[in-house]
Antibody
C-alpha cells in the first residue's frame, strides 16, 4: 500500500530556509504526480505545489510562488519542498500527498510540523 | 477565502443522515473530479470519495458522493459517533492550474 513519510520539519527563524523531504513506497513512484499541502494551526487545508510524474511540470499555489520549490528524485522515490524566506504565517503541518491521475489527492503522509518563530 | 465553498458546520443525531455541500465553478468542479476527505483532529486527512462518487476500499457505503454542474455533495447515512470530524472537498482547477480545497465542514454527531 502507499506509504509516504515526511521529514525535515522543525523550528526556524523568520527569513531562513528549510527543506522538507518525503520518502514514498508501495506504488510506482515515477508514474505519479506528487503534491505538498499544508495546514496552519486551527485552519483548513491549503494546496501548495504539484510536480508531474517526470518532474518536467510544476505548479504552485499563491502562498508558494516565488519562495518554495518542489522537486523530485525518481531514482530514490523522494519528493522535496525547498522553502525560502520563511515567515511566521508559514507555521503549519506540511503534508506530502500522491496525486490520482489528473485530479487531486488519493494518499497522504502523516505530516511534518514546521514552526517559524523568532 | 477558499475557492470551493462548504458550510462551516453540520450536525445530526446518531443514526440520521447528513449532507455536506461543496460549491465551485466551471474551472474546478464543473470540469474536474471532486474528492472528499475526512480529517479527525490531530491526524492526517483520509480519502473518502474520489472521482466524484467512488469509494476507496475500506470506506463503508454509508459514505456517498455526487456531483451536479458546479456543485458536489457528500452524504453520510447511519451517523456514528466516530464520524465526528472535519470534512473537506477538493478538486483541480484548470484555470488556476492549482489544486483547490473547500474551507472544511465540522460534523458534530449530537
Amino acid at each position: 500500500q502507499v506509504h509516504l513519510v515526511e521529514s525535515g520539519g522543525g523550528v526556524v527563524h523568520p527569513g531562513r530556509s528549510l527543506r522538507l523531504s518525503c520518502a514514498a513506497s508501495g506504488f510506482p513512484f515515477s508514474s505519479y504526480g506528487m503534491n505538498w499541502v499544508r495546514q496552519a494551526p486551527g485552519k483548513g487545508l491549503e494546496w501548495l505545489a504539484l510536480i508531474s510524474y517526470d518532474g518536467k511540470i510544476r505548479y504552485y499555489g499563491d502562498s508558494a510562488k516565488g519562495r518554495f520549490i518542489i522537486s523530485r528524485d525518481n531514482a530514490n522515490n523522494t519528493v522535496s519542498l525547498q522553502m525560502n524566506s520563511l515567515r511566521n504565517e508559514d507555521t503549519a503541518i506540511y503534508y506530502c500527498a500522491k496525486r490520482r491521475g489528473t485530479g487531486m489527492i488519493d494518499s497522504w503522509g502523516q505530516g511534518v510540523l514546521v514552526t517559524v518563530s523568532p | 477565502q477558499s475557492v470551493l465553498t462548504q458550510p462551516p458546520s453540520v450536525s445530526a443525531a446518531p443514526g440520521q443522515k447528513v449532507t455536506i455541500s461543496c460549491s465551485g465553478s466551471t474551472s474546478n468542479i464543473g470540469d474536474n473530479f471532486v474528492f472528499w476527505y475526512q480529517q479527525v483532529p490531530g491526524t492526517a486527512p483520509k480519502l473518502l470519495i474520489f472521482d466524484n462518487n467512488r469509494r476507496p476500499s475500506g470506506i463503508p457505503d454509508r459514505f456517498s458522493g455526487s456531483k451536479s454542474g458546479t456543485s458536489a455533495t457528500l452524504g453520510i447515512t447511519g451517523l456514528q459517533a466516530g464520524d465526528e470530524a472535519d470534512y473537506y472537498c477538493g478538486s483541480w482547477d484548470s484555470s488556476l492550474s492549482a489544486g483547490v480545497f473547500g474551507g472544511g465542514t465540522k460534523l458534530t454527531v449530537l
